[in-house]
Nanobody
């Protein structure tokens, strides 16, 4: 089993930055089978949407965050970061980390709240 824990959310003003972290723990074998890591977000009343993903070092971004957000991995692949710059109120949401295995099993974290407001 794999547990994902997000952290780093908070309240910031428009234009500021945040870095979210997603720490994976549990079975090293299961973690090593995760080949796609993604950050998703869900705003109130909205569906959950993909923000960014990384697959074998190749990154992918939603159009609405291109040039502002950056996804990366560290700690032997057990930590995934989302660097968020130039935040605006439309970025307010709960941000979730997701890991997907080769067997199409998905692991989700509990989410971390990001609020952008003046």
């Amino acid at each position: 089993q794999v547990q994902l824990v997000e952290s780093g959310g908070g309240l910031v003003q428009p234009g500021e930055s945040l870095r979210l972290s997603c720490a994976a723990s549990g079975s090293s074998f299961s973690i090593s089978n995760i080949y796609v890591w993604g950050w998703y977000r869900q705003a109130p009343g909205e569906q959950r949407e993909l923000v960014a993903s990384i697959t074998r070092g190749v990154t992918n971004y939603a159009q609405f965050v291109k040039g502002r957000f950056s996804i990366s991995r560290a700690n032997a692949g057990k930590t995934v970061y989302l660097q968020m710059n130039s935040l605006n109120p439309e970025d307010t949401a709960i941000y979730y980390c997701k890991g997907s295995t080769y067997a199409s099993r998905d692991y989700w974290g509990q989410g971390t709240q990001v609020t952008v407001s003046s």
